[in-house]
């Protein structure tokens, strides 16, 4: 079982920017990444990066965030740029070692406790 640990959320204004950090049981080696939920709306996939490193990210972050990974220290990562008050939500980190999911849907066998992010303008 893969477990998750989200941490570097906060307040922030509209323009500033926050790294969020997932700390990862084991090697992830597989496909790993973010998504979030705001009161109200459905889940949104955010970015993702696979064992291969590809990058994928959904267009309302694209340019804006990078999701990275180091693999030695089983940490997940996701820059926030240019920040907006729409990106106010509660991101969670994934993992999906089975690969039942493609990589990019925002859909994981795993997740963490998720860590809130609120942008004010």
């Known amino acids: 079982q893969v477990r998750l640990l989200e941490s570097g959320g906060g307040s922030v204004q509209a323009g500033g920017s926050l790294k969020l950090s997932c700390t990862v049981s084991e090697n992830s080696n597989y496909c790993v990444g973010w998504y979030r939920q705001a009161l109200g709306n459905e889940r949104e996939g955010v970015a993702s990066?696979?064992?291969?490193?590809?990058?994928k990210y959904s267009d309302s972050v694209k340019g804006r965030f990078t999701v990275s990974k180091d693999n030695a220290k089983k940490m997940l990562y996701l820059q926030m740029n240019s920040l907006k008050p729409e990106d106010t939500a509660m991101y969670y980190c994934?993992?999906?070692?089975?690969?039942?999911?493609?990589?990019?849907?925002?859909?994981?066998?795993?997740w963490g406790q998720g860590t809130q992010v609120t942008v004010s303008s």
């Open positions: 990066i696979d064992s291969d490193g590809s990058t």
């Open positions: 994934g993992a999906d070692p089975y690969r039942y999911f493609h990589c990019g849907s925002g859909l994981y066998n795993y």
